[in-house]
């Protein structure tokens, strides 16, 4: 069993910044790709990034890319998203996930095994 803790929200202003961590209670993180995405009210949970165990490869959204940046300390099981520039349509429930099974498509919430309780950021414009 895989448990995902996210903490690190909160209320920002318009053009500010914010990190977030997720740690993972389990002993083989570093055999574990990570991901965030994000559900605002009334919508989909949408991909945001992840992040390969095997070769450290990021992968992020069209609509934060350049903005958000994920990163991992398999010292620590911990990934963290630093989200800078952040906007008004930023604002959402944020939720952490992890799966050690590999996935062409970790774009897709589906494809995602272990998920956190999530942590609201909330951006004032």
């Known amino acids: 069993q895989v448990t995902v803790v996210e903490s690190g929200g909160g209320l920002v202003q318009a053009g500010g910044s914010l990190r977030l961590s997720c740690a993972a209670s389990?002993?083989?993180?570093?055999?574990?790709?990570m991901g965030w995405f994000r559900q605002a009210p009334g919508k989909e949970r949408e991909f945001v990034a992840a992040i390969s165990w095997s070769n450290g490869d990021t992968y992020y959204s069209d609509s934060v890319k350049g903005r958000f940046t994920i990163a991992r300390d398999n010292a620590r099981n911990t990934v963290y998203l630093q989200m800078n520039s952040l906007k008004a349509e930023d604002t959402a429930v944020y939720y952490c996930?992890?799966?050690?099974?590999?996935?062409?498509?970790?774009?897709?919430?589906?494809?995602?095994?272990?998920w956190g309780q999530g942590t609201q950021v909330t951006v004032s414009s």
């Open positions: 389990v002993r083989t993180f570093s055999s574990y790709d």
């Open positions: 996930a992890a799966d050690s099974i590999w996935s062409r498509r970790r774009d897709l919430a589906t494809e995602w095994t272990y």
